[in-house]
């Protein structure tokens, strides 16, 4: 009877999970979309073709999103705890082992975890510098979105591999 109560709790738990897991990736989506931009931004500004005072035109956009990539970071939240950035476990069976846990690790995508932040387009040299960096963090963000992808998965076969002890 015991068993059953914690398998019952155990499934609360991996929706819990499964919920943090798709707030998580709703700002990892936002975030992707963001760098994408980014990117675009500083493909444009590497043109040799552009003056400075168009570079600086890019710019300002490219600053605007870096600060929006730090409110996603700060604002998406479950229970009132960030998740962008964090490592957790979730207690998926019913006992302490580490079978019983899943974990859920998020990257971080504040502009200076995703190694964005400080970069300038107004000039060639920091617009190829800028552009650098944002292929590589819409890198970071796609493999979080699939490092998410991998919790969600595992933990809907918990969640029916609990269901069925509760039986």
Do not use: H
């Amino acid at each position: 009877a015991s068993d059953i109560k914690s398998a019952g709790v155990a499934a609360r738990n991996i929706s819990d999970g499964i919920s943090l897991a798709n707030i998580a990736e709703g700002g990892l989506t936002s975030a992707g979309d963001i760098t994408a931009r980014l990117g675009e931004l500083a493909a444009q500004a590497s043109n040799g073709a552009l003056s400075d005072t168009q570079r600086s035109a890019l710019d300002k956009e490219y600053q605007a999103l870096t600060s929006e990539l730090d409110r996603i970071s700060n604002t998406t939240t479950f229970n009132g705890n960030a998740v962008l950035g964090s490592s957790t476990s979730i207690q998926s069976g019913i006992d302490g082992s580490a079978t019983s846990q899943t974990a859920v690790n998020i990257p971080g995508v504040s502009a200076a975890s995703l190694g964005v932040a400080g970069k300038s387009l107004a000039t060639k040299a920091g617009a190829e510098a800028a552009l650098d960096a944002t292929r590589q963090a819409t890198a970071t963000v796609a493999a979080g979105k699939a490092e998410i992808g991998a919790a969600t998965s595992r933990l809907s076969v918990a969640f029916e591999n609990i269901q069925s002890q509760r039986l």
